[in-house]
């Protein structure tokens, strides 16, 4: 019996030890509308709109056509944000970097947010040359 049960307890250490394999290529790969990062974004007045992309990221639109995604670190949560979102330079211009805030309406937590990262977006996907050819 004592036997049985070692090779039991055995058989559930040697399991408990292996792990599944993990696809860490599809978890690092961004998101195929996420261009290069950039270090600021600057605009004539103001930001023309922005959308929730996930909890921890906003789209803003500048101009027409130019829209980039600010990676965001901080309580803040942009899906609580009801109607607006504040933007706000640490040198008080008409630029965005690192380190600046993103404020939301949010009632239910401090609503503030640090940018930790600027890329570049692109709604639509283009098809690559090599997919078109086909």
């Not at 670190?73 to 609580?80: K, L, N, Y």
């Not at 109607?83 to 309406?105: K, N, Y």
């Not at 940018?115 to 283009?126: A, C, D, L, V």
């Amino acid at each position: 019996m004592r036997i049985f049960l070692n090779a039991i307890t055995a058989a559930l250490l040697t399991a408990a030890c292996q792990s599944a394999p993990t696809d860490t290529a599809k978890a690092d790969k961004p998101d195929p509308r996420q261009g290069e990062e950039v270090s600021q974004i600057c605009f004539q007045s103001q930001i023309r709109s922005w959308k929730e992309l996930d909890n921890k990221s906003v789209i803003v639109e500048k101009g027409v056509r130019d829209e980039y995604k600010l990676d965001l670190i901080g309580p803040c949560q942009p899906d609580d944000a009801f109607t607006s979102i504040g933007l706000i330079s640490r040198g008080g211009g008409s630029c965005l970097s690192r380190g600046d805030q993103l404020v939301t309406d949010a009632r239910y937590n401090d609503g503030t947010c640090s940018i930790r990262r600027i890329y570049k977006w692109t709604s639509k996907i283009e098809p690559k040359e090599s997919d078109a050819a086909k």
